[in-house]
């Protein structure tokens, strides 16, 4: 294979960028659970120029209002990060990573919030484009695993995933 040396920097680019994906996958996972964490995690993560990492900044912004004490603390986290997320998503809509991302959030709010109205469309989106996304299988999975542990399933929804999970390979 002859690769021509101008394409050296976009290959490099392409490989950091997918490192990079990985890396805020894990570091966000392993916050989860802890309002310190959370605040580390946004604080390394920054606002940096790739889509995914953006996005769970977003979700991190979002799961601060269950640590914030006043309703309007709450209220004010969790539209932040909604609306974070949603400029995201409307930059890479067939992303199921960004999907994925979007459902944890609407899949595990309290109702009054009203943030539901796009999980038939993200569980379409997601079960679409997740077999051939440029992720780990191991992610893959986990995205599943992690989509029917939250409080508001289905259990259509969750028989869904589960088959979904099954077929990925």
Known sequence: ?????????????LLIAVGAQAHVRDDFHKALGSEERIMQFLEQAGNKD???????????????????????????????????????????SKNPELRYIRLLIQMNVPGIVDYTSDIGNDLRVFETNIAAYDAPMQWKKTFISRLIECKNITKAQKTQLIKLKENLS
């Not at 996005?55 to 004010?76: R, S």
Request: hydrophobic share 45%.
């Open 1 to 13: 294979m002859n690769i021509h040396s101008s394409h050296i920097p976009f290959m490099m680019l």
């Open 50 to 92: 790739d889509v995914v990492q953006r996005a769970y900044n977003a979700l991190a912004t979002t799961i601060l209002a269950d640590y914030a004490f006043w309703p309007a603390e709450k209220w004010n986290y969790f539209t932040e990060g909604r609306d974070q997320l949603e400029a995201c998503i409307a930059k890479d």
